[in-house]
């Protein structure tokens, strides 16, 4: 009874700690990512607001806040709250498994892999839950994309956590870290080098972030899904994109960098693990900044004529070294 | 085989192309800011000298407080927005002794000398609404008393505070010039005038 | 569907309505614009969807006309110069001179060969702001950020050197009947000399980071055909028609000023897809920086001033009569036509805007497309609404 009990309160305090670390991450990478923007162009960004802006983030959050929550005529207002809701939450517990640091885990599951894939997929529903009742037909086109691309962008990604799994044996995520222990030569990376790139590729897809970011394309579909969604509805579906963006970063850092572990032996500790998902944001929004945004054929082209067949070649030709 | 060539090698030999838009933001990433960072920076005062603002009055070189301009309406005949309203100065009002003794004079024959109304103008309001900064008014000026100001930091917070009685603004010139340290900060003082 | 849609007052004004009548079964409606990210301005496309893909587009215009040919009718000769510089935004300067050129024709005025250089230096330079303007908004169309603030950054050097001899930055108005407002210093000469081998180290830079990128490639390349049967049809000028692969400049075909002078090439493309259109436009800043160099070097031994003596006043009387004169623009060819009764304001002002005809082709050109190449020919057509309505 008392473990069930200890484990109940670890879980709290996790959730707690997830949400709050969800928070932080917003603002930091809102603040970041404006700030690269802004040195990308050569202006200086947020520069008001506290020291270099630092708080422009918190400032804009807080006039969200403040703004009226409008419901669109004839919007189903139920499914139209309901939609950002459903994108935020399920990040909260996509943190959960995520290894920190050794003892940085906030729910050590061996499935902890599969429920990251499994609830991220709850982002396409939310989107299309959004895009569908504002009734408002912009939504309703990017409603339309955001789920074919979600949908298409999941398989590659699954193949090639598929082809780690196969080399680990194991969907828990601290033990994936624990056998990219010791140097640098052991992360994955250099063993599976093409899911790497995979599964980069397939993130920017699988967040909607540019040159992706086909379900809200600003300069076609003005807002896409979020076109109707004032105040801090836009702001959870703003959130919960960074939200996305950190757990897919973490991801990748477990999966191919190793984890908590730093390049040589007995450095290790969660600030590797921070080091790695940031440098991997920061990629993410360098990218942004470069290039301009797919078509939408060209996104499911990329995926069905390049990322499944080499997922699925990446995953025979693991399985087929293994069993050699 | 000219189709694999075309459909597999090519994209991917192309996509080194992403990588050279990668390292060019990259590099601009690194090099520093360019843009003139506002409160804290001004554009330097070359440039803003070449600024063409609303239109202003020049004074006469003696006294820079009066304008050159003789009251010809040139400028308000030609402006194309109609922007400019000008009043000519009239005759002083002779007092009733004066009076006297001109009808006195004319009634004796002699021929009066009437004093003339200046030719400096009573009234120069100039509307920057409906102006549109074509430098007509400034060419056709045969007295060569205006020209663009390079008043880039003025503000208005109402249509009536955009037209600008350019008299009294050509007075407040002259006496921030003459006396820079005492003289009130007019409203439509700035940075770039202090320098004219 | 709902009381939204078969509410009497809200179903869509007339051209919703007219467009409603031809509608197939399960396509969709949309109004793209006024007020879309991608229109530029207030220009309102209806679209006809099927899925993503364009069935019908119209574009409806008049959300900015000012009536510009209305005023000159009672605006002085003159006084109407100031409207050039506001008909379209990216190019004024041509503008201004398709004008005053067509004023001086019907007066006889012979413009002075000083004046005439320094017209083709700064409608050159204004050529490149143009295209800078567009260029950068035309990758911002297609998803990317950062390339706009790069063309911002030269266009504005470009701008600070104009800044000089016109006093203003954006709605240039500083041709008169007869030459210039006013005269060009020596530092604007030296600032443009330094420009140029400037820019041209910043033309491979915009090569490599947009022009060679995959992505745009792809996006740019093999759609919105406009060929050359179309553009005649439409009466495509400018880049649009050079883009189908016809070599036809008015600075060449009929040359005004002193454009027979010089030495430069009218690049074209075959391919009259938006790609084409792309890379005429960006070989172009490449030939106005010819044209530049030549017209600076020819002006030290150039003869008169920057204005004709006696040049008329702006309430000048030309004598009855009417003329025609065009320029290359930014987008194509700026024709005005002019009619005189003798009297001080112009009995009649036509404006023929070269953006007026392209967009005209665009209906056809995006009909089977997606909606984001609909987007994407939009942008190459390089369509500057204020020009469009007038």
Redesign the interface.
């Known amino acids: 009874m008392s473990a069930f009990v200890q484990q109940l309160l670890v879980l709290i305090v996790a959730a707690v700690a997830a949400m709050i670390w969800l928070g932080i991450n917003a603002l930091v990478w809102v603040y970041c990512e404006r700030k690269f ?1 802004g040195h ?4 200086p960004g947020p520069f008001e607001v506290g020291p270099h802006g630092a708080l422009q983030p918190l400032i804009d959050g807080l006039k969200l806040m403040g703004k009226q929550l409008l419901t669109p ?2 919007a189903d207002a139920i499914l139209y709250w309901l939609a950002p809701i459903l994108s935020m939450l399920p990040v909260l517990l996509l943190f959960l498994p995520i290894p920190y640091g050794p003892v940085l885990t906030g729910m050590d599951v061996n499935l902890g892999l599969l429920l990251i894939l499994a609830f991220s997929s709850f982002n396409g529903l939310a989107v299309l839950l959004a895009g569908w009742s504002s ?1 408002n ?2 939504g ?2 990017g409603a ?2 955001a789920v074919s691309q979600t949908v298409a962008y999941e398989i590659p990604l699954l193949l090639v956590v598929l082809a780690v799994t196969f080399m680990t044996g194991t969907l828990s995520l601290t033990e994936i870290t624990n056998m990219q222990a010791g140097h640098i030569g052991n992360w994955f990376i250099w063993k599976q080098p093409l899911a790497f790139l995979i599964f980069l590729v397939a993130m920017f897809g699988e967040t909607n972030r ?2 992706f ?1 086909l379900a809200e ?6 807002a896409g899904f979020h076109t109707e969604y004032s105040s801090m509805g836009f702001g959870l579906f703003f959130m919960a994109e960074y939200g996305y963006m950190v757990v897919m970063c973490s991801v990748c850092s477990v999966l191919f960098l190793g984890g908590y572990h730093g390049p040589f032996p007995g450095v290790d500790g969660w600030w590797w693990m921070l080091l790695k998902t940031f440098a991997l944001l920061s990629f993410m929004v360098w990218v942004r ?10 996104l499911l082209n990329i995926n069905w004529k390049w990322l499944l067949p080499l997922a699925t070649f990446n995953l025979l030709a693991t399985a087929l070294i293994l069993k050699l | 085989m000219n189709t694999f060539r075309k459909h597999v090698i090519q ?1 991917i030999i ?2 080194w ?2 990588i ?2 990668l390292k ?2 990259g590099k ?1 990433f690194c090099k520093p800011l ?1 843009t003139v960072h506002y409160p804290r920076e001004v554009i330097d005062s070359e ?1 803003l000298s ?3 603002g609303h239109v202003e009055l020049i004074g006469k070189p003696k006294d820079p407080a009066t304008p050159k301009c003789i009251s010809c309406m040139m400028c308000v ?5 109609g922007c400019l309203t000008v009043v000519k100065s009239k005759a002083p009002k002779p007092t009733a002794d004066q009076e006297a003794a001109w009808k006195a004079a004319e009634e004796a024959g002699e021929k009066v000398e009437k004093p003339k109304a200046p030719k400096n103008p009573a009234k120069f309001i100039y509307d920057y609404t409906k102006c ?5 008014c400034i ?2 000026c045969p007295a060569k008393s205006l020209r ?1 100001s390079n008043n880039i930091y003025w503000v208005a917070t109402s249509r009536a505070e955009m037209k600008i009685d350019l008299l009294a603004r050509l007075k407040g010139q002259a006496a921030e010039v003459s006396a820079p340290a005492h003289a009130p900060k007019s409203e439509a003082s700035a940075p770039a005038e202090k320098e004219a | 569907m ?3 849609q078969n509410s009497e007052q809200m179903k869509g004004d007339f051209y919703t309505q007219k467009f409603e009548a031809g509608k197939r079964d399960g396509t ?1 409606i ?1 109004n793209m614009g006024p007020q ?3 229109t530029h301005g207030v220009l309102r496309i209806v679209v006809e ?1 099927d ?2 893909y364009v069935v019908r587009a119209e574009p409806v215009l008049g959300y900015l006309h000012r009536m510009h040919e209305k005023m000159g009718e009672t ?2 000769w ?6 050039m ?2 008909v379209d935004y990216g190019h004024p300067m041509a503008w201004n001179w398709a004008y005053c050129g067509a004023v001086e024709k019907l007066m006889g005025i012979e413009v002075p060969e000083r004046a005439e250089l320094l017209r083709v230096i700064m409608t050159e330079l204004n050529r490149l702001t143009s295209h800078l303007l567009w260029w950068g908004a035309y ?8 390339p706009i ?2 063309a911002f ?1 030269d266009r504005e050097m470009l701008l ?1 050197i104009l ?2 001899p ?3 930055r954006l ?1 240039y ?2 041709f ?1 009947v007869g030459g210039l ?2 005269d060009v210093d020596d530092k604007c000469i030296e600032m443009i000399k330094a420009f140029i081998p400037h820019f041209r180290k910043r033309l491979p ?1 915009y090569k ?3 022009t ?8 740019i390349e093999d759609i919105g055909i406009i060929d050359q049967d179309m553009c005649r049809r439409y009466g495509c000028t400018g880049p649009v028609l050079r883009g189908a692969g016809v070599a036809y400049d008015v600075r060449r075909a009929e040359p005004y000023s002193v454009y027979d002078r010089f030495d430069f090439e009218i690049p074209t493309q075959t391919s009259a897809c938006s790609a084409g259109r792309y890379l005429v436009r960006v070989a172009e800043m490449e030939q106005s920086m010819r044209i530049i160099e030549q017209a600076i070097e020819m002006l030290p031994s150039a003869q008169g001033g920057y204005i004709v003596d006696k040049a008329p ?3 000048m009387k030309p004598p009855v009569g009417e003329a025609y004169f065009c320029v290359e623009g930014g987008r194509g060819k700026v024709g005005v036509y002019v009619v005189s009764d003798g009297s001080k304001t112009p009995y009649r002002v036509k404006l023929r805007a070269p953006g007026f005809s392209n967009l005209s082709a665009f209906a056809e050109a995006a009909t089977g497309t ?4 609909a ?1 994407a020919i939009l942008g190459s057509l390089d369509l500057i609404i204020p020009e469009i309505d007038r």
């Not at chain 1, 394309?217 to 003005?222: I, V």
């Not at chain 3, 990758?139 to 950062?146: E, K, N, V």
């Not at chain 3, 060679?212 to 996006?219: E, F, V």
């Open positions: 923007a990308i162009q050569r202006r005529d004839n009734n037909k912009w309703l086109l339309a994309r540019a040159p970011d394309a600003e300069s076609e579909l003005t900044w470069t290039y301009p945004r797919v078509r939408f054929d060209q | 994209p192309d996509c192309s992403l050279v838009g060019i933001t601009y360019i440039n070449t600024y063409g005949t030609n402006c194309p927005s549109s900064l074509c430098g007509t060419e056709n663009f | 709902s009381a939204y969709l949309l879309h990210p991608s969807l899925g993503e605006q002085t003159g006084g109407f110069i100031p409207n510089g506001r990758i911002l169309d297609l998803g990317a950020f950062t603030m790069y950054d600070d800044q000089r016109t006093a203003s709605t108005s500083n008169r407002q006013m830079m490599d980071l947009v060679d990128n995959l992505i745009l490639r792809r996006r006043k702006p309430a997606l909606i984001a190449d987007v």
